[in-house]
RNA sequence: GCCCGGAUGGCGGAAUGGCAGACGCGGCGGACUCAAAAUCCGCUGCCCGAAAGGGUGUGAGGGUUCAAAUCCCUCUCCGGGCACCA
């Protein structure tokens, strides 16, 4: 067989626009994306301002992709979803003019590859960066128009030594409630030495550093923190389950004090709440965010404690309008108080009229033989070595202990018994409760495990009591429930103040006025939010620029001494520590024995310091990666000004307030609200709470201190959807491998064998996952993009169906072949312009796409582009050519989603230049307007017959016409026309008698 | 339990008060071919009908309107968030 008859074997054309022309085309236009620095989006400034002249007078835009961890499985089909997105808009933005700064980078700190190096010994260094090298190249196989100068990982020891400064800057800073922003600390000696209370000039040196210590945004504090043994760390609030559990990886968690970083994310509780309004989020997001930040008003109301002078009980209470029926109190276990009020004896008691002793029951679950002091002392352990699991577990039944001490309800004088009891908790309020179970429900539980007092003091309506099968004027302590809706006062009458006949809202104004008159209690704002724990015992992370001194108080290092690098070490597995509250941290970095203490010259001479051991959260570093895009090689600073300003400006005031070109589609005034930050944010709705908040909280701080120019990071933030995947179990429920199971006649099998099929998110247990290198190798990387980009709208979640994708493909080639000889691989176009029909369709699509792709909308952007493509198709059948302008216009439309075959083609069009700059196609309006338009006749609102009108027509011209039209006569002859409603160009309903 | 979001052909979806089902997959038919694949063309919600045409139809029920997938009320199911937060 001689080499000339080699492509016998199958008579594909040599041109065919095939998986295999597809691969090498895509290589291609890598390279010379790359070689071409296309898509190197410059500064205004610096080192990266290279070609910036050409965007001076335009726009920009920061698209950003939520920092993707670098995960060792390597990238299935659903991860790329929101990359796919942001990079067809960056690209379509940046064809019509913008300069549009596009990155991504790595958050490439974090457990998985610390515990690969505890299994195999191998250093995280090693396993993060393969893992990267690997990402990296995945996402290039995709053609992603990034910066590549920008790429970032948070491992980089470049790069962690800005987290470090930010983290100095957080600790050398505190909140000034007045200005409601953060100052630098200098800023608060002032301040205190001017405060009388403070006694400034009497403190010691030692006392006034800790005085300040308790100031900062970041500080030390003995808290109960979430101590999870299993993984040897402490985690955050929000990384442990509602089961008591830890998100990563399923283990108990248990409540334990421990010292800890904190940042006061709390001081920002109400900014972040307010500052929601003027982003472009979803609803749903914010109200997310809303309800973690979880702010609620009421009063804080003072009890003395009986027989304690000093003693006071103070509540935080959001119905003080229901003072006059509180019968109990409640103080968290870990109440300092409890030390304090707790007497040694049981008292006799006296509690109004109701009860004259102390029931046994109230003496606690560990034995009622026993004084307060123990009781308590039992009950608190009791508390604390519970774990959020096993209190699930227990259904919620309320425990407590009478602490043998009364308070008085300032209202009314009436002595209340207070137990401890773990419903309340001591991190929200004030720790401590006045209990109304009347008209809280938890509290009508407790009262009636302890056979407490209920006492209406908001009258239930007939219905409400009718509805629980309880007549009016039955007694609270039979009702089935408390009763916490609105209502009128009853029973709350004293000397000064009456609530009888008030509704909630005005009895709870009433009450505030009394008591802020009485000196009782104050109106209060309180929030669900914590401050954050910012420490892990754990090595794979940013060690933090903190050391010790004699006085083992923290010193921060100087922005000279930074980066304060990992130190190498070879074992990492954390000191485990048996699986249960006793067990106590030991962070890998004291293992360091060389870099644990150190000598440093702090200003007042060499000195040996110990160096903190605890590293920081994976959160930290994704805090802040966005500002570093904008100017990743700065080595004097996190970000420069002239960068930040110019990328995270709003879009309406951007610095040099030139004419933005705006082009159409985009209605003007659409981001008139924008207040600067990143233009687009795109990335899953698992992050609605932790890292949104949390990069919002330090971007904050950084505005505060004069860092950044805006005061929230991201403008506009977009979630998009998933892809999920079906998934098989066979017989035993073992997950098979989804890609051989087979369907007939609706049902699945493997072979001959039946399986159930499961509908799942795609994962490496599930057996069903799709790579982006298997759909490379069949279709190529542009199919993959149009694929994605067509099965729905980008929030949308969507099932991967690999039998689907035939169809862009086929769309794809049919393209090529409209303007690619396949014989010969040359262009085949004619300068002859269409017929008028198909430039019409041509301008309407390209007014569709421009609106379609402004809006994320690329499926139906697809849509129309496939449907001017099938109109070429008959153009070329009629011609033996391609039109020239519908050629053109179709390959630019087509290069934000599919851009090596539109470069390719463009290429073999004649073009010597990429498209990816400023050549997206406008419509004409001349092609945009139509002669005639058809509307549909109605009767009665059915559709009967269509009339063709001018599409100028007005009402009258239009009911005219489709009187005239015979069909339309015949239908309304001899009845009754009661009313003609005409929508011009759109429709003509006549209704009938 | 509370709060949010969703439900449209066999499948993914389109239409946000004005012709329901764009576009794609799948299916059916035709052209080309010795044949098959590929390609091109046509049809394709359901029911009745040879067709013209008619009826019906957007999770269920009710309402507003000349007109409802779209707005309102009640319910069902699915997905998500929170969950002793005083």
Request: aromatic share 10%.
């Amino acid at each position: 067989m001689s080499d000339a008859a080699a492509p016998t074997a199958d008579d594909t054309p040599r041109h065919r626009y095939d998986a295999r022309l597809a691969t090498e085309i895509e290589a291609k236009w890598q390279d010379r994306w790359e070689e071409r620095r296309t898509f190197w989006a410059p500064n205004p400034s610096g080192p990266l301002s290279e070609g910036f002249a050409a965007f001076a007078e335009r726009d920009k835009l920061f698209v950003l992709d939520m920092f993707p961890y670098p995960s060792g499985a390597g990238l299935h089909v659903g991860h790329p979803l929101g990359y796919i997105g942001t990079d067809v808009y960056a690209r379509f933005k940046r064809m019509t003019g913008y300069n549009v700064l596009h990155a991504m980078g790595y958050d490439a700190f974090g457990l998985p590859a610390e515990q690969y190096a505890v299994q195999t010994g191998q250093h995280p260094r090693v396993t993060t960066e393969a893992n990267i090298a690997n990402m990296r190249r995945q996402l290039r196989a995709l053609g992603l128009g990034h910066d590549p100068r920008r790429s970032i990982a948070t491992t980089d020891v470049a790069y962690y030594r800005w987290t470090q400064w930010i983290f100095l800057q957080i600790f050398n800073a505190f909140y000034d409630a007045d200005a409601d922003r953060a100052r630098p600390i200098d800023e608060l000696i002032p301040l205190l030495e001017a405060d009388p209370e403070v006694g400034w000039s009497e403190l010691t040196e030692l006392e006034r550093r800790e005085l300040v210590d308790g100031y900062r945004l970041a500080y030390l504090d003995e808290a109960q923190v979430n101590w999870c043994p299993a993984l040897g760390t402490v985690l955050a609030n929000e990384e442990v389950t509602a089961d008591g559990r830890s998100e990563r990886g399923n283990h108990p968690v248990y409540r334990r004090p421990l010292k800890q970083w904190m940042l006061r994310i709390t001081a920002y509780a109400e900014r972040l709440l307010a500052d929601l309004d003027a982003l472009d989020w979803s609803d749903s997001i914010k109200l997310m965010q809303r309800n973690w930040i979880g702010r609620s008003e009421g009063a804080e109301v003072d009890f003395p404690v009986a027989g304690h002078e000093d003693a006071v009980i103070t509540v935080f209470t959001t119905r003080p309008d229901t003072l006059f029926g509180a019968t109990y109190m409640v103080l968290a276990p870990e109440h300092p108080l409890l030390d304090v009020i707790v007497p040694n004896e049981w008292p006799d008691a006296m509690i109004g009229e109701e009860l004259n002793d102390v029931p046994a029951d109230w003496r606690g679950i560990f034995g009622t033989d026993v004084g307060p002091p123990e009781a308590i002392r039992r009950y608190r352990e009791f508390a604390a070595q519970k774990s959020e699991l096993e209190r699930q577990a227990e259904g919620r039944v309320k425990t407590g202990v009478f602490t043998g001490a009364f308070a008085t309800n300032p209202v009314n004088g009436a002595p209340v018994p207070v137990f401890v009891a773990d419903y309340v908790l001591m991190g929200y309020g004030t720790g401590a409760i006045m209990a109304v179970p009347a008209h809280d429900q938890r509290d009508f539980e407790f009262a009636q495990e302890f056979s407490l007092p209920i006492r209406c003091v908001v009258q239930p309506s007939d219905t409400w009591l009718s509805e629980r099968g309880v007549g009016a004027g039955t007694p609270a302590g039979e009702w089935p429930e408390a009763f916490t809706g609105d209502g009128v006062g009853v029973h709350s009458t004293n000397d000064g103040v009456s609530l009888d006949g008030l509704h909630v809202e005005a009895a709870k104004q009433a009450i505030n006025g009394w008591l802020e008159a009485e000196g009782l209690g104050l109106p209060t704002v309180t929030y669900k939010l914590r401050d954050w724990l910012f420490s892990r015992q754990r090595y794979w992370g940013e060690p933090f620029p903190i050391v010790y001194d004699e006085h083992d108080l923290p010193v921060a290092l100087p922005d000279a001494m930074l980066p304060v690098e990992l130190p190498e070490i070879t074992d990492f597995e954390p000191e485990i520590v048996a699986d249960d509250v006793e067990s106590v941290p030991a962070p890998p970095l004291a293992r360091a024995e060389r870099w644990v203490m150190v000598e440093l010259d702090l200003g007042d001479g060499p000195k040996t310091y110990g160096r903190e051991l605890n590293t920081m959260p994976q959160w930290a570093g994704s805090c802040w990666y966005y500002l570093r895009y904008l100017d990743p090689t700065n080595e004097t600073a996190f970000v420069s000004p002239s960068a930040e300003r110019y990328w995270m400006a709003g879009a309406r005031d951007a610095a040099d307030g030139a004419a933005n070109d705006r082009p159409p589609g985009i209605p003007a005034g659409s981001e008139r609200d924008h207040v600067g930050g990143v233009d687009l944010y795109v990335g899953g709705v698992e992050h609605a709470v932790l890292h949104l908040l949390y990069a919002r909280f330090w971007h904050k701080v950084l505005f505060d201190l004069g860092h950044v120019s805006t005061s929230e990071p991201f403008q506009r933030l977009f979630n998009q959807g998933y892809i999920q995947a079906h998934a098989y179990t066979d017989a035993r429920g073992a997950y098979v491998e989804a890609s051989d199971v087979v369907e007939r006649d609706g049902r699945y099998f493997l072979g001959d064998q039946p399986v159930d099929r499961e509908y799942r998110k795609m994962g490496k247990s599930l057996r069903n996952v799709v790579t982006p290198d298997e759909m490379y190798r069949e279709y190529g990387a542009d199919t993959l993009r149009l694929y994605e980009m067509s099965t729905g709208p980008l929030d949308a979640s969507r099932p991967w169906s690999t039998r689907d994708i035939v169809g862009v493909h086929r769309f794809l080639q049919r393209l090529w072949r409209n303007l690619v000889d396949e014989g010969t691989g040359l262009a085949r176009l004619t300068t002859e312009p269409a017929d008028d029909e198909t430039r019409r369709l041509l301008h309407r699509t390209i007014a569709g796409v421009r609106g379609d792709m402004a809006d994320l909308g690329f499926n139906t952007a697809i849509a129309k582009l496939i449907t001017l493509n099938n109109r070429l198709t008959q153009v070329v059948a009629d011609r033996g050519a391609a039109p020239d302008d519908v050629a053109t216009a179709l390959v630019l439309m087509v290069a934000p989603l599919a851009p090596h075959v539109a470069e390719e083609l463009w290429e073999r069009m004649g073009h010597a230049t990429s498209l990816a700059h400023d050549a997206f196609p406008v419509a004409d309006p001349a092609w945009l307007a139509v002669e005639t338009v058809e509307v549909p006749v109605q009767e009665n609102g059915k559709v009967r017959h269509r009339v063709t009108v001018p599409s100028d027509a007005d009402a009258d011209t239009t009911e005219a016409v489709a009187r005239a039209d015979p069909a339309i006569a015949a239908m309304l002859a001899g009845r009754t026309v009661r009313k003609v409603v005409v929508v011009p160009a759109r429709l003509v309903n006549f209704v009938v008698g």
